[in-house]
């Protein structure tokens, strides 16, 4: 499997981005790389709406929301078994909270190469909370 291509298993991914014209850029390259639906939340609240309506096979989190972080969140999607990766600017782990320190993550700007490499973890479920 080429790198910018999707793993079979991810046909519906969420996408938590405050920044609509980035959320967009990052649906543009989810669907080129052949995720069939995304959706697109720019807060916690539409995203934690979304989570109780839809099921997802990968999420991709902004950590900086503003005034909050996704972390809270990313432990929700843990708890559901939801496959997430994280998107920020954050090179340092010492930002993140211990228990996420190790779910994968790529620093913006992103592209289809890092989009998709990330979402490879989706083929590995075991990985969320490793």
Known sequence: MAISENPLSVKRVLVLED??????????????IGVEHVEIATNLDQARSLIDVHSFDFAFLDVNLGNETSFEFAEVLMA??????????????????????DIPRITKPFNEVSMASLLSTAADPSSVGA
């Not at 997430?84 to 954050?90: L, P």
Request: charged share 20%; net charge negative.
């Open 80 to 101: 559901r078994g939801t496959v997430f990766g994280f998107v920020t600017g954050y090179g340092e782990s010492s930002v993140f909270p211990l228990g996420l320190r």
């Open 19 to 32: 920044n609509f014209i980035i959320a967009m850029e990052a649906e543009d390259i989810l669907k080129s």
